[in-house]
């Protein structure tokens, strides 16, 4: 697969509270994230090989190595190879050898991320750094609750890269933090960048049809029925990867019923899938199917495919994540006019308004426990939170990073623009789901392929789709195998 952290789906993600949620909201930047395929499997929890005899001996502490790097001691980085590309980890793994000069990193990237680095865990032989995203991601919430990850705090409360007086975690957009927590304090995960999803579109294209982002159902269909009649297809998505779909669907459903739907959601409570709000964004969704507003043959077709017939105008509507721009950028033209859109709602009779989007961070970078070489990892992630990297990232890839700020004197790109814009139009409506942190073969295997891709594809009603859905959340509530997780 192409990429998909800022590709597949960028999917990725710890147990959030209120103060997490009020944080995110408050966010006004952007970026991307990830959306996993395969679980990670329980096996990856035995402990193999590898013990603290194989660790890299502790360096010496100093106001250049706050993190006691041992400086001879290699150091291994592996990368998502999805949307955002390898020169912006390239370019700072560079300065971690220019900074340890006795030290070549082993870097390598990959899309097959669990592929190759389950057996690894296993024999207890984790390369030290990981962009934990992709298809393949590995599950979050199974390498927390057994106990693979090495918390991030170290890093988090030293010296930041550019001011020895702010910590790291002090340079850090709101809600980053909060995001690497599964339960209580250790963070497990430092998302690097912040994504955000929503339905994505050429603003030139609504232009010729004379018509504007709707904010209602009706709206949408009368869009949709506008682009039919000249020979334009309303919707496209990632058809072999249907959980993309939740990008835009998820907040609508926060948007029609409340945020407190999708905290249900998240927390496998009975019948959370059976609210009224989501029959009722089911519903709308499966009218775009019946009325013949998905591009033929969207089935079919998997994220590459899908964004390229969208930045071809086959398709009016994407739903994505801001990563789009990156990985599209050789197919969409020059004058496309990239823009996105918070979803559109049911009617005036939503719980909340027009602009309601979700934002979040992406692209999860982990140490792993048995890394031997834990502190070199972590100071990897200090170099890339530095503001110079930070821009490197974001003049390369077309999305902000976790760091706040490093976007002076960058020309913010049509996407990227658009993406801060509705943020600041979101205000304080920002809504975070963690299903696709939590429960990765569930997001991804079952709601997604196996609920919404046979709803979209005419092979479920909506009312099917539901009862299935709320059959496999019932079924992972009640599997003592699996850490459960819940909003606070």
């Keep these: 697969m192409g990429s998909t952290s800022a590709s597949d789906a960028s999917e990725s993600r710890g147990s959030e509270g209120v103060g997490r949620r009020d944080l995110i909201k408050r966010s006004v930047a952007l970026g991307l994230i990830s959306v996993p395929t395969m679980s990670f499997l329980s096996a990856c929890a035995s402990s193999g090989g590898g013990g603290e005899g194989d660790k890299a001996k502790a360096g010496q502490k100093t106001e250049k190595n706050p993190l006691g790097v041992n400086d001879t001691a290699q150091m291994e980085f592996v990368l998502f190879d999805g949307g955002f590309g390898k020169a912006y980890a390239e370019d700072a793994v560079k300065i971690y050898e220019k900074n340890f000069p006795k030290v070549k990193v082993k870097f390598s990237a990959t899309q097959k991320i669990q592929s190759v680095l389950q057996p690894r865990f296993n024999q207890g032989t984790p390369p030290d750094l990981i962009d934990n995203s992709g298809a393949e991601q590995m599950d979050m919430g199974v390498l927390v ?49 912040y994504t955000v999803y929503g339905v994505w ?11 504007t982002y709707p904010e209602t159902w009706d709206e949408m269909l ?34 029609v019923g409340g945020r407190e739907v999708l905290d249900a959601i998240d927390n496998l409570e009975p019948k959370a899938w059976e609210h009224p709000a989501v029959k009722a964004c089911f519903e709308a969704y499966y009218e775009l199917y019946r009325k013949g507003y998905i591009l033929r043959g969207t089935p079919g077709l998997d994220h590459i495919q899908s964004q390229t017939a969208w930045a071809k105008g086959k398709a009016l509507f994407i739903p994505n994540g801001s990563w789009v721009e990156n990985e599209s950028a050789n197919v969409i033209p020059a004058d496309f006019d990239l823009a996105v859109s918070a979803p559109t709602g049911i009617d005036s009779s939503d719980k909340m308004p027009f602009g309601t989007i979700w934002a979040s961070g992406g692209e999860p970078f982990i140490v792993p426990d048995k890394a031997k070489n834990a502190a070199g990892g972590m100071e990897q992630l200090r170099i890339m939170l530095s503001e110079a990297s930070s821009k490197n990232f974001t003049s390369k890839v077309k999305s902000l990073t976790a760091y706040n700020g490093g976007t002076d004197g960058i020309t913010l790109t049509p996407g990227l623009k658009s993406g801060v814009a509705a943020l600041e139009k979101a205000g304080e409506n920002v809504v975070n789901p963690r299903m696709q942190d939590w429960y990765v073969q569930l997001q991804k295997e079952k709601i997604g392929v196996s609920g919404l891709g046979e709803m979209m594809a005419g092979r479920l009603t909506p009312a099917e789709a539901v009862k299935k859905i709320q059959g496999f959340a019932d079924e992972t509530a009640k599997d003592t195998s699996i850490k459960h997780y819940k909003h606070q």
Excluded: H
């Excluded at 409360?157 to 957009?173: F, G, H």
């Excluded at 682009?227 to 998505?237: L, N």
């Design 145 to 193: 609750g057994k106990n693979q990850l090495a918390d991030l705090t170290p890093l988090l409360d030293a010296p930041s890269y550019d001011d020895p007086n702010k910590k790291v975690r002090d340079t850090l957009r709101p809600g980053i933090v909060e995001m690497g927590q599964f339960d209580g304090d250790p963070v497990w995960i430092l998302y690097y960048a």
């Design 201 to 211: 579109y050429s603003q030139k294209a609504l232009d010729s049809l004379d018509a």
């Design 222 to 255: 009368a869009v949709c029925e506008k682009a039919k009649k000249k020979g334009i297809a309303g919707w496209t998505y990632a058809g072999k990867y249907p959980y993309y779909l939740p990008f835009s669907l998820y907040p609508m459903i926060a948007k």
